[in-house]
């Protein structure tokens, strides 16, 4: 588990084979792309695998902030320093006419402030590499009829997840609405680091586990030639162990929590339910190039989380070959039920659920960002660069700041 | 909750009468106005919110993404 031993470097050593891989698989199919357009008669028929788009973007993440569930200091609450490294793949590619497929791979590369005592031993929380592979693929059964299947896997040095679903799309009105459903699944598996007899890993080769089920609904339509509006439903049932093992919890605190005789790991129920109403709204401005969009979102849950969060974006095209990109976005949410900074000697109940997670508090966050995006070739045009840079920075009302900067580069075969 | 449902329901019903030819549907295929601008910018502004906020889900995707941290 711990950075420096051999296990994570050949971990890292894998992982460094993915965007290779990758780069063999596009170039392969970008070379077979350019065979086919040396005889456009036998290309407009031929049935085969085509890489179409590729992106690259490469992520920097600097968090600042400080949280009661993290031991790391210097106070009771805790550091939440972190920074991440996240190079990211994207390759839409088509199989046949009517079959197509996105693959999408994020690692993240995580150093933090150590929010536990465990990290002299494990490093669980202190360093953290992690990558996700996931797959979309959409089948066009009639002219109007989608099938779409997701599938994918997310590896942790601690911790395994592996999801799949399935969806379902129809156009109606000659394309101008759009009606889908889905369903999808995952599973979770993870090692129980904690306060166990002996040291902080658990007994043999014990694991825990979650699972969730989710379901949504969505429409879209076609308001006149500059507008569309989309409104969707969904809902997420989860089961399992919900905790994180290090988050803990401080217990027996003087009324202002700066002393406390010690802290208990946080408790969470073993079933959550999700609910979520969302909406946007997209209108582009011919007369100026630019393009608005407006979405809100609505979540509750039945640990009593109530969550609105409204986010406004702005394009404007400055060239013909460049636009920029601004965007707003604010969430509020209460916090959940069973939230404290100071367990007290009656709420020691070790079933009782309990977390000090600033996460799961009650905050306004606020973001904002721009974004500038250079068209390297004309735009419309085959084999198409684009490049771009943003920054965007977010802010919570409890004492959390993250800066994020990024710089992409895409390419349309 | 129930009054944005209802909103929904309203702008499906009236917007049920309106009909854009696909010819006159250039503005809608511009880059900035489709459902995902960018998919990896979409998705490392989703992962910075699913690991630092209590309203997630709805999506089809890992618990973790970096931390493993989502309840």
């Given at each position: 588990?711990?950075?420096?031993?051999?296990t994570?470097?050949?971990?890292?050593?894998?992982?460094?084979?993915?965007?290779?891989?990758?780069?063999?698989f596009?170039?392969?199919a970008?070379?077979?792309?350019?065979?086919?357009?040396?005889?456009?008669?036998?290309?407009?028929?031929?049935?085969?695998?085509?890489v179409e788009?590729?992106?690259?973007?490469?992520?920097?993440?600097?968090q600042?902030?400080?949280g009661?569930?993290?031991?790391?200091g210097?106070?009771?609450?805790?550091?939440?320093r972190?920074?991440?490294?996240e190079?990211?793949?994207y390759?839409?590619?088509?199989?046949?006419s009517?079959?197509?497929?996105t693959?999408?791979?994020?690692?993240?590369i995580?150093?933090?402030?150590?929010?536990?005592?465990?990290d002299?031993?494990?490093s669980?929380?202190?360093?953290?590499?992690?990558v996700?592979?996931?797959?979309?693929t959409?089948?066009?059964?009639?002219?109007?009829?989608?099938?779409k299947?997701?599938?994918g896997?997310?590896?942790e040095?601690?911790?395994?997840?592996?999801f799949?679903?399935f969806g379902?799309?129809?156009?109606?009105?000659?394309?101008?609405?759009t009606?889908?459903?889905?369903?999808?699944g995952?599973?979770d598996?993870?090692?129980?680091?904690?306060?166990?007899?002996?040291?902080?890993?658990?007994?043999?080769?014990?694991?825990d586990?979650?699972?969730s089920?989710g379901?949504n609904?969505?429409v879209?339509?076609?308001?006149?030639?500059?507008?569309?509006?989309?409104?969707?439903?969904?809902?997420?049932?989860?089961?399992?162990?919900?905790?994180?093992?290090?988050?803990?919890?401080?217990?027996?605190c003087?009324?202002?929590?700066t002393?406390?005789?010690?802290?208990?790991?946080?408790?969470f129920?073993?079933?959550?339910l999700?609910?979520?109403?969302?909406?946007?709204?997209?209108h582009?401005?011919?007369?100026t190039k630019?393009?608005?969009?407006?979405s809100?979102r609505?979540?509750?849950?039945?640990?009593?989380?109530?969550?609105?969060?409204?986010?406004?974006?702005?394009?404007?095209?400055?060239?013909?070959?460049?636009y920029?990109g601004?965007?707003?976005?604010?969430?509020?949410?209460?916090?959940v039920?069973f939230?404290?900074t100071n367990?007290?000697?009656l709420?020691l109940?070790?079933?009782?659920?309990?977390?000090?997670?600033?996460?799961l508090?009650?905050?306004?966050?606020h973001e904002w960002?721009?974004?500038?995006?250079?068209?390297?070739?004309?735009?419309?045009?085959?084999?198409?660069?684009?490049?771009?840079v943003?920054?965007?920075r977010?802010?919570?009302?409890n004492n959390?700041?993250?800066?994020v900067?990024?710089?992409?580069?895409?390419?349309?075969? | 909750?129930?009054?944005?449902?209802?909103?929904?329901?309203?702008?499906?019903?009236?917007?049920?009468?309106?009909?854009?030819a696909?010819?006159e549907?250039g503005?809608?295929s511009?880059?900035?106005?489709?459902?995902?601008?960018d998919?990896l910018?979409?998705r490392?502004?989703?992962?910075?919110h699913r690991?630092?906020e209590?309203?997630?889900?709805?999506?089809w995707?890992?618990?973790?993404?970096?931390?493993?941290?989502?309840?």
């Open positions: 588990m711990a950075a420096p031993t051999k994570a470097r050949r971990r890292r050593g894998r992982w460094a084979l993915v965007p290779v891989c990758l780069v063999l596009c170039g392969d970008h070379s077979g792309a350019d065979d086919s357009s040396e005889d456009p008669a036998r290309d407009s028929t031929k049935e085969g695998w085509k788009e590729a992106h690259v973007r490469f992520n920097y993440y600097d600042k902030g400080f009661y569930q993290s031991q790391a210097p106070g009771l609450a805790g550091s939440e972190l920074r991440v490294y190079p990211m793949f390759v839409r590619a088509r199989q046949n009517k079959v197509e497929h693959v999408t791979v994020p690692v993240d995580i150093t933090s402030a150590s929010t536990d005592a465990i002299a031993m494990t669980a929380s202190l360093h953290n590499e992690a996700t592979l996931h797959i979309d959409r089948v066009q059964t009639t002219d109007d009829d989608t099938l299947f997701a599938y896997g997310h590896i040095e601690w911790y395994r997840s592996i799949g679903g379902y799309t129809r156009d109606l009105a000659q394309d101008n609405a009606f889908s459903v889905r369903v999808d995952s599973f598996a993870f090692k129980p680091y904690g306060p166990w007899p002996g040291g902080v890993f658990p007994p043999g080769n014990r694991r586990f979650r699972g089920l379901g609904a969505e879209s339509q076609i308001l006149n030639p500059t507008t569309w509006v989309k409104a969707g439903y969904g809902i997420t049932w989860r089961k399992g162990e919900l905790l994180t093992p290090w988050n803990s919890v401080p217990v027996l003087n009324s202002d929590v002393q406390c005789l010690g802290r208990v790991q946080e408790k129920p073993r079933t959550r999700r609910q979520t109403v969302s909406g946007l709204l997209a582009y401005i011919p007369r630019s393009t608005v969009r407006v809100y609505f979540y509750t849950d039945d640990f009593d989380v109530r969550a609105h969060t409204l986010l406004g974006e702005v394009y404007q095209y400055v060239t013909e070959r460049a920029i601004a965007h707003y976005r604010a969430h509020h949410q209460t916090a039920n939230w404290t367990l007290g000697l709420e109940d070790p079933n009782r659920p309990r977390t000090s997670d600033s996460d508090a009650q905050f306004w966050a960002g721009v974004k500038v995006l250079f068209h390297i070739t004309q735009p419309g045009r085959a084999h198409q660069h684009d490049i771009d943003y920054f965007n977010y802010t919570r009302t959390l700041s993250v800066n900067g990024s710089i992409g580069y895409g390419y349309n075969f | 909750m129930r009054g944005l449902f209802l909103i929904c329901a309203a702008v499906i019903l009236w917007s049920g009468c309106v009909r854009v696909a010819y549907r503005y809608l511009q880059m900035t106005m489709q459902p995902v601008v998919p910018e979409t490392a502004a989703n992962q910075l690991a630092r209590a309203a997630v889900g709805g999506v995707s890992p618990a973790g993404g970096g931390c493993g941290c989502t309840n």
